[in-house]
């Protein structure tokens, strides 16, 4: 028959310095990989979230980022009238020519100045972007040196309040508006009038991308394959879901640390659980010769011992889940491979990244309480006994 769970509660009771040690080293190990996976999770949110399935971008051909496309203005007049647009209630087709550029803000904590995207954009940029609301102020006038920031531009850097002025390009840019872009990219940008930045950095002459909104899903891919295959053009169309997806490889470096780090802590978090099992049945030598005599199985003694540590690092996790609880949604940044600017984010406790954590410890208590309880099954009853 199996040993009652009540057993295996009393004996981590009657052991709190062994229970409270071990627990917390599987705490610590458990809040790290919440650390980590919190921000990869954020850092996905933030791009895979972002675009809208019937917006097709469109690059230079090769080129991987807006940074570093570019092609002559004239050529958005083309892409203005390929079938498969929509139009708006006007009858214009709904397509925006833009302009992406990288400036170096200074952070408000004073420590250092990061590269910051600017993005030109017409008016009709700002209904390709739904996902966009104005928190505060109001949109840019178009001619004018004027600036809306997103809200954690607005939170993470100087010079970013209402009425304040970003210095960049050939004059003072006013700040007039602050946007939330809902945790997407967008959240990383500053955005103002295409013409006005093309006459401040010299780029009359062209845009870095165009976003073109097509009538729907099928059009849209219809779209993207057209403009790619267009000799004439020499573009490349991409969704713009696919294009923000593609910029996960920002979090390609803390994913590999992280890994690491996660796999050394949880070596050492095995290696301590294992090492109370022992301890515990060293200590209860005599105990478990007793279980054994009064008829409860060697596959019983086992099952109990693989529990009790279980138990142990179950405790672990939950420890490790609410210590982490105060830094859910904190925001971070980090530099973005492929435009070298900084892309803002939040760390995020998804429940996936919850239950994977349980999952880790759940695992570090099998490999750390197999062994030992193994050991406890195999002991012979009357050298336990005497011992």
Known sequence: MPIPISYNIRNLRLRKGLTIMTALGIALTVTTAI???????????????????????????GSEAELTGGFESATLQTLKYLPGIAQDNRGEPIASGELVVVIVLPRRDGTGEVNVTVRGMAPVGIELRPKVRLAQGRWFTPGQREGVVSSSIHKRFSGADLGDELQFGKGPWKVVGIFDAGGTAYESEIWGDVNQMASDFDRQGGFSSAYLRATDPVAADALKNRVSEDQRLKLDGILETEYYAEQTKSGRPIRFVGLIVAIIMAIGSSFAAMNTMYAAVAYRGREIATLRVIGFSRPSILTSFVLESLLLSLIGAMIGIILMLPFNGMTTGTSNQVTFSEVVFSLRMTPAVVVTAICF??????????????????????????S
């Open 35 to 61: 650390f980590l996976m919190a921000l990869l999770a954020g850092l996905k949110r933030a791009f895979v979230t972002s675009g809208e399935p019937l917006n097709v971008l469109v690059l230079r051909k």
């Open 361 to 386: 410890a759940v695992l570090m208590g099998l490999l750390g309480g197999l062994a030992p309880a193994w050991h406890a099954a195999r002991q012979d009853i009357i050298a336990a006994l005497r």
